[in-house]
């Protein structure tokens, strides 16, 4: 069985700029959460989609948003990007029989 | 504030040395799960328990659950290099969907 997979791997973006990061789920999953990890702050629950529904929201501004699509794929879009925003971003999906979370490799965006 | 502390922060050993990793907090889980993250890759779940005094064994890695359900440990025994990275624990609250997640643990294990 594929694992998660997250697109693209690695991103560069200028302040001001908004990005989309994609995540596809381990097949059969319909639960994705989005996490953002840094050095200072750990890994921070952004939100989380089960059946194209957001299920569950994290404390980070407007700006962060995402969506599920049919197929249980899920994205996020970060908006009128800041410095602080450079972050390893993880997506992880879960079964519908437990709770165990399983992360796709991550995107690694750099705001400069 | 974290709902789990883990520590030490830091921990650097010898290879053949034992370790323990501590995961804390006030709150009681329904279940807790233990992740290792190594460098420019996503946290991999290593084991979850659920029971209180619940003691999981992985190879050379012990995981226990406290009896009251607010704290775990990890331990290794005869670390290798292999054993290096980042240690996370995350606890389900029985009232919430959501994983917390503590802060981590990064372990070297020097040849």
């Known amino acids: 069985k594929a694992g998660v997979t997250q697109t693209p791997r690695y991103l560069i973006k200028t302040r001001g700029q908004q990005v989309t990061l994609s995540c596809s789920p381990i097949?059969?999953?319909?639960?994705v959460s989005w996490y953002q990890q840094t050095p200072g702050q750990g890994l921070q629950f952004l939100f989380e989609?089960?059946?194209?529904?957001?299920?569950n929201k994290g404390n980070f501004p407007g700006r962060f948003s995402g969506r599920q699509f049919s197929n249980s794929r899920s994205e996020m879009n970060v908006s009128t990007l800041e410095l602080g925003d450079s972050a390893l971003y993880l997506c992880?999906?879960?079964?519908?029989?437990?709770?165990?979370?399983?992360f796709g490799p991550g995107t690694r965006l750099t705001v400069t | 504030t974290q709902l789990l502390e883990q520590s030490p922060q830091f921990l650097s050993i010898q290879e053949g040395e034992n370790l323990t990793v501590y995961c804390n907090s006030s709150?009681?889980?329904?279940?807790l799960q233990w992740y290792r993250q190594e460098p420019g890759e996503g946290p991999v779940l290593l084991v979850t328990?659920?029971?209180?005094?619940e003691v999981k064994k992985l190879k050379r890695l012990t995981f226990q659950f406290g009896d009251a359900r607010k704290d775990s440990s990890l331990h290794i025994t005869a670390a290798q290099p292999g054993d290096t990275g980042l240690y996370l624990c995350?606890?389900?609250?029985?009232?919430?969907?959501?994983?917390?997640f503590g802060a981590g643990t990064t372990v070297t294990v020097r040849a």
């Open positions: 995350a606890g389900l609250l029985s009232n919430d969907y959501k994983l917390s």
């Open positions: 989609y089960f059946s194209e529904t957001q299920r």
């Open positions: 097949s059969g999953h319909r639960s």
């Open positions: 992880a999906s879960q079964s519908s029989y437990s709770y165990e979370q399983y």
């Open positions: 709150s009681v889980f329904s279940s």
């Open positions: 328990v659920v029971t209180g005094g």
